[in-house]
């Protein structure tokens, strides 16, 4: 399966409403989770079952979607946001990421 | 606090093997999911393996790409995993973190425990 994000990048300011697109190859129903990864850093899981956040991840993320057509939303841009984004199916084996959004300044 | 902590990578020849280690403190790898997940410099996140709790049978799986080159094991007694690695070329070159989640969370599809990540650089 294969994932895809768009934009690659985008440049956004603080308090702006961001959103992130990702499309799987194939229906992957609600097997879709977003990862967000800081530079030097590991990937910290954000999202999970399309819309589900993690524990302790603030309520302006939210995620929305089904089958193959998936977004993240970031309601209001807080500084500590500037990262990227990746989206991952896990709707069997290989898991797949999509190929990353870098959400700069 | 659990911690996850690489090791073994560095720089190896086209065609060499390398054995990456992680290990684990305050979380059990026989009982939970581990796996490893890597990133070639610039580039974005390749999912490679993962092997189930012993409960459930140990059962592995791997990415298409690594597929048949690299094997994922665990070592009970030493609370850490390894990825074996055979047959290396330049475009395994790559940041290569370990990565473990409980039932639930990997459930979910998600590693929630990661290291800090070791350098493989595959290179003549």
């Known amino acids: 399966i294969q994932m895809t994000q768009s934009p690659s990048s985008l440049s956004a300011s603080v308090g702006d409403r961001v959103t992130i697109t990702c499309r799987a190859s194939q229906d992957i129903t609600h097997f879709l989770a977003w990862f967000q990864q800081k530079p030097g850093r590991a990937p910290k899981p954000l999202i999970y079952a399309i819309s589900s956040r993690q524990s302790g991840v603030p309520s302006r993320f939210s995620g929305s979607g089904f089958g193959t057509q998936f977004t993240l939303t970031i309601s209001s841009l807080q500084p500590e946001d500037f990262a990227t984004y990746y989206c991952?199916?896990?709707?069997?084996?290989?898991?797949?990421f999509g190929q990353g959004t870098k959400v700069e300044i | 606090d659990v911690q996850l902590v690489e090791s073994g990578g560095g720089l190896i020849q086209p065609g060499g093997s390398l054995r990456l280690s992680c290990a684990v403190s305050e979380f059990n790898v026989n009982e939970n999911f581990m796996g490893w997940v890597r990133q070639a410099p610039g580039r974005g996140l390749e999912w490679l393996s993962v092997v189930y709790p012993s409960d459930t049978g140990g059962r592995t799986y791997y990415g298409d790409f690594v597929r048949g080159r690299f094997t994922i094991s665990r070592d009970s007694s030493k609370n850490a995993i390894f990825l074996h690695m055979d047959s290396l070329r330049a475009d395994d070159t790559a940041v290569y973190f370990c990565?473990?989640?409980?039932?639930?969370?990997?459930?979910?599809?998600?590693?929630?425990?990661w290291g800090q990540g070791t350098l493989v650089t595959v290179s003549s």
């Open positions: 990565a473990g989640a409980i039932r639930p969370t990997y459930e979910r599809g998600l590693f929630d425990q």
């Open positions: 991952q199916h896990y709707d069997g084996y290989p898991r797949t």
